[in-house]
């Protein structure tokens, strides 16, 4: 049962540019949505959240929209760096579990 | 502050094998999951604990995995015996709030 999707594996950009990864969700339950980052041969790593009382969260580079009526939420990285290179995971909790889409890769080119 | 440790970083067994991993918490996490994230797919929980006790082990094939915390510090997680489907990264993470901290994983090669 797949509650939480990442629905393109990869995306590609140019360095400066925007990367938006997307993520959808069915679980109207889901009030807290979070960003993962992981580089290979390691653990993902918190990115960015967001709590379903907000519909935007911004640290840095990184932005995180939430649009609660669409089940939907995305990320920006604005300019995106070449040290962005990594797969995205975005995962949401009800406070009791935590669902994880199956990652987007993103490549950001020089 | 250290991470999330985990080992072995990497396992390679034959079917029927058995195998352990290990994991130590972030200092101070009650909370201690482990997660098998096959390739290409997102991570699946497998189990979740509060100190020493089971919150979730609804997602654990109990027929083959086993897990434990029984000081409520580090975990093991124990597949007895082994199949090809295993071959995955076992994640551990621990958290004390919503955020969760992974450790690097352990990559099962079952053959």
């Known amino acids: 049962d797949q509650q939480v999707k990442q629905n393109s594996p990869s995306l590609s950009v140019q360095e400066g540019r925007i990367s938006i990864l997307n993520c959808d969700y069915t679980?109207?339950?889901?009030?807290?949505f979070l960003w993962y980052k992981k580089y290979p041969a390691e653990g993902p790593t918190f990115l960015i959240s967001i709590s379903s009382i907000k519909d935007k969260n911004e640290d840095g580079r990184f932005t995180v929209f939430l649009n609660k009526s669409a089940k939907h939420l995305s990320l920006h990285i604005v300019p995106s760096q070449p040290g962005d290179s990594a797969v995205y995971f975005c995962?949401?909790?009800?406070?009791?579990?935590?669902?994880f889409g199956a990652g987007t890769r993103l490549t950001v080119k020089p | 502050e250290a991470g999330v440790a985990q080992s072995p970083r990497y396992k390679i067994i034959e079917k029927r094998q058995s195998v352990a991993f290990w994991c130590n918490p972030i200092s101070g996490h009650a909370t201690l999951y482990w997660y098998q994230q096959i390739l290409g797919q997102g991570p699946k929980l497998l189990i979740q604990?509060?100190?020493?006790?089971?919150?979730?082990d609804s997602q654990l094939p109990k027929d083959r995995f086993s897990a434990e915390r029984l000081k409520g510090v580090d975990s093991t997680l124990k597949i007895q015996p082994a199949k090809l489907e295993d071959s995955a990264v076992y994640l551990c993470?621990?958290?004390?709030?919503?955020?969760?901290?992974f450790g690097p994983g352990t990559r099962l090669t079952v053959t």
């Open positions: 679980n109207s339950m889901f009030d807290y």
């Open positions: 604990f509060q100190n020493n006790g089971v919150v979730d």
């Open positions: 995962a949401a909790s009800d406070g009791n579990d935590m669902r």
């Open positions: 993470a621990s958290s004390f709030s919503d955020e969760q901290y």
